[in-house]
């Protein structure tokens, strides 16, 4: 099993701001994901982050809003750009070996923009 | 979109089984079904997962229906900590894009009670 460590694990940001929150993985994992879950929601896929490429964004997300960068099979990192109160979320790393395997979570970055 | 549905909440008494239903009428051939659990702050922990047969593992057992319509998440013996949103999830399991990521429904909020 992947062990996932997110940083930091919360913060609290003032409006207009950036903040990147980074993903390490224990092991090489194929794929990597961002999610986002705003307070008493599910959880909401924002990426899947490439490794040497570009992520591929779901729909309602934009790279300009949150770039993703995937520099190797380990680590990626996601940032919140001029944030905003709506960006108040839980942001969540997963990742995984392959498509019929597992995917493990990492414990989140609990973000709150003042 | 989820392409499950689960009703939004369940009890269930200390000791006793906690059986967990979940529709998925529009599941395709080569899509798992993969059973998650959230307990408060937390990142989502993996539960379980299979294709057509019946699964066990130390945790859980999954029982799929015969025409892959739908699921049950079968908790043994369910604890005081067992209580958590119960997420079950349809994964394609073809590699590349978002098909291998998991796209989450509402879940079922489960309360074990003593």
């Known amino acids: 099993s992947a062990v996932i460590s997110q940083k930091p694990s919360r913060d609290i940001c003032q409006r207009g701001t950036s903040l990147t929150i980074q993903c390490q993985v224990d092991?090489?994992?194929?794929?990597m994901f961002w999610y986002r879950q705003q307070p008493g929601q599910s959880l909401t896929l924002i990426a899947t982050?490439?490794?040497?490429?570009?992520?591929?964004?779901e729909s309602g997300f934009v790279i300009d809003k949150f770039p993703i960068s995937r520099p190797n099979l380990t680590f990626s990192t996601l940032t919140v750009s001029n944030m905003s109160p709506e960006d108040s979320s839980i942001y969540l790393c997963?990742?995984?070996?392959?498509?019929?395997?597992?995917?493990?979570f990492g414990s989140g970055t609990q973000l709150s923009v003042l | 979109d989820a392409k499950t549905t689960q009703p939004p909440s369940m009890d269930c008494a200390e000791g006793r089984a906690a059986n967990l239903p979940c529709n998925h009428s529009?599941?395709?051939?080569?899509?798992?079904v993969y059973w998650y659990r959230q307990i408060h702050s937390q990142g989502p922990q993996y539960i379980i997962h299979g294709l057509k047969n019946n699964e066990t593992n130390e945790m859980a057992s999954l029982i799929i229906t015969e025409d892959r319509k739908s699921s049950t998440l079968i908790l043994p013996h369910a604890t005081l900590r067992d209580t958590a949103v119960y997420y079950c999830i349809v994964r394609g399991s073809n590699y590349g894009g978002s098909q291998g990521n998991l796209i989450f429904g509402k879940g079922t909020k489960l309360s074990v009670k003593p």
């Open positions: 982050a490439n490794q040497g490429s570009e992520a591929t964004y």
């Open positions: 092991s090489q994992v194929t794929m």
């Open positions: 529009t599941i395709s051939g080569n899509e798992y």
């Open positions: 997963s990742a995984g070996a392959s498509t019929n395997e597992k995917l493990f």
